[in-house]
């Protein structure tokens, strides 16, 4: 796969855990209001925990093995991602399957902070990994010397 191809498959995949947020969201928001149940976010919080574990094992397997090779920075990237990256992935998993245990109303909370937290996670990676200027198809470095 080149550069591009991978960027444009991993930023489709954060388009689809966006979309299922946004269902758990509504869910939520609906069992609340007394129209929906907590069996209704649970569906849904199973549905999104199984897409984003299988979008963090793709997308730790294809950028482990380009990242170290985009552009001068790449293996600090790799790194970077080598040594947090995967923790926060699990930690994150951890934290959404906990919450599909709960019952009460703090369970409901507890699933808006994490969905906070997924979103902020994917908006840092788009920023730092999957950029265009990170994961592009031509051989040029852009601002390799920093100048």
């Known amino acids: 796969m080149t550069p591009s191809e991978i960027r444009a ?3 489709g ?3 689809m855990l966006r979309g299922l947020m946004a269902e758990t969201y509504r869910a939520i928001e609906s069992a609340r209001g007394g129209e929906g149940s907590v069996a209704g976010v649970r569906q849904r919080l199973r549905r999104l925990v199984t897409a984003l574990r299988d979008h ?3 997308e730790e397997a294809l950028l482990r093995e380009i990242l170290p090779r ?3 920075w790449g293996p600090a990237r790799a ?3 080598m040594e947090g990256h995967e923790d926060e992935h699990a930690e994150l998993l951890a934290a959404l399957v906990v919450t599909i245990a709960t019952d009460d109303a703090s369970g409901a909370d507890s699933v808006e902070r994490e969905l906070l937290r997924v979103e902020a ?3 840092r ?3 730092l990994l999957l950029s265009e ?3 592009r198809d031509d051989d040029v470095a852009i601002d390799s010397f920093g100048g």
Do not use: F, Q, T, W
């Open 79 to 81: 790194e970077i991602m």
């Open 121 to 123: 996670h994917m908006k």
């Open 133 to 135: 200027e990170v994961l």
């Open 70 to 72: 985009v552009d001068a």
């Open 13 to 15: 995949e954060h388009a």
């Open 125 to 127: 990676e788009e920023e």
């Open 56 to 58: 963090n094992e793709r």
């Open 9 to 11: 498959g991993l930023l």
